[in-house]
């Protein structure tokens, strides 16, 4: 995970909500080499936890990023 991702992950689980927004920019991050990555489903989960309030796009992309993961990379 990078830096980036990294300082946005901590600002998403401070506030304990994620928008919309803070859903597509995840998307484009996680995805943007093709692959979730072990880190990265960590800090999905890490997210899923900390956050109480959660836009109803982040259940779909949780899923669709839990399973490509678990299907496509994990050993």
């Not at 600002?11 to 991050?29: F, K, T, W």
């Not at 995805?31 to 880190?39: E, K, P």
Request: with cysteine.
């Amino acid at each position: 995970m990078s830096v980036t991702q990294s300082l946005f992950f901590d600002e998403i689980c401070q506030r304990g909500s994620i928008h919309e927004a803070d859903v597509r920019q995840l998307r484009e991050l996680y995805y943007n080499d093709g692959l979730i990555h072990a880190s990265e489903a960590e800090a999905i989960f890490a997210i899923n936890h900390a956050c109480r309030v959660k836009d109803p796009a982040w259940q779909d992309f949780f899923i669709e990023a839990i399973c490509d993961y678990v299907v496509g990379h994990a050993e």
